[in-house]
């Protein structure tokens, strides 16, 4: 399937593993089953990964007016390492100093249409 919209959203706040769990969770549905999944979802990742689902559908409606959004399917999501804030660090037991990493997210997402 080729992509029909792509969307881009980078810097976000939150380590990528704690959003490929929720990117994991829509790869491959419909768009209106993923946008359902993001909004009943408690974490802070799926509000930001709906942001960008969105995106893409606004990008699918403005290259083509008259796409069937019922009929897009999210076909990739992949979320890479961004750049990790500076750090900082908290003291430890034992004289010891700990980092505290800030993590980034780049999350894309693309959509295709379904066949049939």
Do not use: C, W
Request: proline share 7%.
């Amino acid at each position: 399937m080729e992509a029909v919209s792509k969307a881009t959203a980078r810097f976000v706040r939150g380590a990528p593993t704690k959003v490929r769990l929720i990117a994991d969770s829509i790869r491959g549905r419909s768009v209106p089953d993923a946008l359902g999944t993001l909004e009943l979802s408690t974490r802070k990742a799926a509000r930001q990964l709906e942001k960008v689902v969105r995106s893409a559908i606004a990008n699918a409606e403005s290259l083509d007016p008259g796409v069937d959004v019922d009929r897009l399917v999210v076909a990739e999501v992949f979320v890479n390492q961004g750049p990790s804030l500076p750090t900082r660090i908290r003291p430890q037991p034992m004289g010891r100093a700990y980092p505290i990493i800030k993590r980034t997210s780049h999350i894309t997402v693309k959509l295709s249409e379904r066949k049939g």
